[in-house]
C-alpha cells in the first residue's frame, strides 16, 4: 500500500500495518467535519508520525498512484477543506 | 471512507480527466510529458525566487542586527556621561528593533523550511519525469493504442499525482514568499524612515541619540579643558592674572590642554 504525505514524496506500508492507520484516519476525519482546529492538528500530526515510522520511502524515480493521500503537517482544516471540496484547487 | 482515501481519488480523478481528453491514449503521454517538462521549470524558478526572498530577509537582519549593537553602545555612553534619559531612549529603541529581528527570524526559518521542501520536492519530479519519458516511449513502442490504455493509466495517475503535489507545494511556498515580501517591504519603509535607525545610513545622517551624546562629549571636552587651564595656572593668582604682568605664562597654558583633551 503506498501512502502520500504532501510536500514529502510517498511511501511504502505493509498490508499489516494498516489497522492502527484507519482508526487515526477515522479521528482525522471527524475533526474535519466537527470543525474543531486542535483536534485537527493533534489527529494530523499523529497520522503522519505513524506514516512515517512504520512506511519506506518509495524511490524518487518510481511512478505509481497512492491508495492514500495526507495533507501536510502543517495543513489548517481550511487548506484541507478546500482539497476535499474543489478539486480545481489541485493542479496539473 | 478516510480522508487519505479521499483525496486519493481526488488525485486520480484528475488523471482520468487528463486520460479522456485524448482520442488515442498514447498522445496523452505526449501531452502530460510537455506539462511536466513545464512544471519542473516552474519549481526551479520558484525556489530561485524562495531564496531570494530568504537572502533579502538576511540581509534585513544584519541591517537590524547592526542598528541594535549601535543602540546598545549608544545606551552605554549615555550612561557613562550621566545621561539615564538617553540611555533608557536608546535601549528602548534598541528592545524595539530586537523584536523585529526575532519576528524576521521566525519567518527566515519557515522560509528555509519551505525551500528546502521545495528543493526536494524538484528532485523527486525530475526522477519521476525522466522515469516517465522512458516508460512512455517503451509504451508507444510496445503496445497498440487499445492495448496501452491500462498501462498509461497508471502511470498518468502516478505522475499527475506528483505534479498535483509539486504544484500544491509551489502554490503555498509562492503564498509565503508574497507575505515575507510584504514584510520585507514593511521594514525596509521602517528604515528608510528612521523609525528603526539604521545603522547602515550614510555618514553625516546621524540620529538624534547620536546628536545628543555628541554635543555631549562635546560640551564635556569644553569643561575638561576649562578644568586644566584652571589648574595649571599659578596658585592665587587666576582672577587678576589677565591684562597684569603674569601674561607671559597664559600662552603655554592654553595650548598646552588641548593636545590633552583629545585622549
Known amino acids: ?92 | 471512507m478516510g480522508m487519505g482515501q479521499r483525496l486519493a481519488l481526488i488525485f486520480k480523478s484528475k488523471a482520468n480527466k487528463l486520460l479522456d481528453k485524448h482520442e488515442d491514449p498514447r498522445e496523452t503521454l505526449d501531452y502530460s510529458y510537455e506539462k511536466q517538462l513545464e512544471l519542473l521549470t516552474k519549481v526551479r524558478r520558484g525556489v530561485a525566487d524562495v531564496a531570494t526572498s530568504r537572502k533579502r530577509l538576511e540581509l534585513q537582519m544584519q541591517q537590524l542586527q547592526g542598528s541594535s549593537d549601535k543602540l546598545q553602545a549608544q545606551a552605554q555612553q549615555a550612561v557613562q556621561a550621566g545621561r539615564d534619559d538617553l540611555a533608557r531612549e536608546a535601549l528602548t529603541r534598541r528592545a524595539a528593533v530586537n523584536q523585529q529581528i526575532a519576528d524576521l527570524s521566525t519567518q527566515h526559518s519557515q522560509l528555509q523550511a519551505e525551500e528546502e521542501k521545495l528543493t526536494n520536492a524538484s528532485q523527486r519530479l525530475q526522477a519521476k519525469v525522466d522515469s516517465f519519458r522512458t516508460r512512455k516511449e517503451t509504451i508507444k513502442a510496445t503496445y497498440t493504442a487499445a492495448e496501452a490504455q491500462t498501462k498509461i493509466g497508471e502511470a498518468m495517475s502516478g505522475i499527475s499525482e506528483e505534479m498535483g503535489d509539486v504544484g500544491l507545494a509551489m502554490q503555498r511556498a509562492e503564498d509565503k514568499t508574497q507575505q515575507m515580501q510584504a514584510r520585507a517591504g514593511a521594514v525596509d519603509e521602517l528604515i528608510a524612515s528612521g523609525a528603526l535607525d539604521d545603522a547602515s545610513a550614510p555618514l553625516g545622517g546621524k540620529d538624534d541619540i547620536q546628536r545628543e551624546l555628541d554635543s555631549l562629549s562635546a560640551g564635556s571636552d569644553v569643561e575638561l579643558e576649562l578644568a586644566k587651564m584652571k589648574g595649571e595656572l599659578p596658585a592665587g593668582k587666576a582672577p587678576q592674572a589677565i591684562g597684569s604682568a603674569d601674561q607671559q605664562a597664559v600662552p603655554g597654558a592654553q595650548t598646552q590642554p588641548e593636545g590633552e583633551a583629545q585622549k
Open chain 1, 1 to 92: 500500500m503506498i501512502v502520500r504525505i504532501l510536500g514529502e514524496g510517498q511511501r511504502t506500508i505493509s498490508d499489516g500495518d494498516l489497522d492502527g492507520l484507519n482508526g487515526l484516519d477515522n479521528e482525522l476525519i471527524a475533526a474535519v467535519e466537527a470543525g474543531d482546529e486542535d483536534g485537527f492538528g493533534r489527529a494530523l500530526a499523529a497520522l503522519l508520525d505513524k506514516v512515517r515510522q512504520i512506511g519506506t520511502t518509495l524511490p524518487d524515480d518510481e511512478i505509481v498512484p497512492s491508495d492514500l493521500v495526507l495533507p501536510s503537517a502543517d495543513a489548517s482544516l481550511a487548506e484541507v477543506r478546500e482539497l476535499l471540496g474543489d478539486d480545481g484547487l489541485i493542479p496539473g
